[in-house]
């Protein structure tokens, strides 16, 4: 069984930055891909940012140039810089793990099946 706790989240003002982090055990393959996915309230989960397990990465329009995705292989740890921050960036984040994919599909919540708790993020104007 995979498990994922996230960090880093908080309050931030509008063009602010932050650092989520994502420590990840359990793992019995190493043909991944992890995944951040956002939620705001009343919205639907959505994928923000993946890398596959060689290293292939993939974003959201909404974040491309502002938010980069990395892991860190011997720390087990995943890790989403978030920089420019806007309002509509406000949700909760989660981290998420599942078997390697096609990129196109790397950013769909059913090809994962192990989440984390989330942390939050909120920005404001």
């Known amino acids: 069984q995979v498990q994922l706790v996230e960090s880093g989240g908080g309050s931030v003002q509008s063009g602010g930055s932050l650092r989520l982090s994502c420590a990840a055990s359990?793992?019995?393959?190493?043909?991944?891909?992890l995944c951040w996915f956002r939620q705001a309230p009343g919205k639907e989960r959505e994928g923000v940012a993946a890398i596959d397990s060689d290293g292939p990465t993939t974003y959201a329009d909404s974040v491309k140039g502002r938010f980069t995705i990395s892991r860190a292989y011997a720390e087990n740890t995943l890790y989403l810089q978030m920089n420019s921050l806007k309002p509509e960036d406000t949700g909760m984040y989660y981290c998420?793990?599942?078997?390697?994919?096609?990129?196109?599909?790397?950013?769909?919540?059913?090809?994962?099946?192990?989440w984390g708790q989330g942390t939050q993020v909120t920005v404001s104007s």
């Open positions: 359990g793992y019995t393959s190493s043909s991944y891909c």
């Open positions: 998420a793990a599942g078997p390697s994919t096609n990129w196109w599909l790397l950013l769909r919540t059913n090809q994962y099946n192990s």
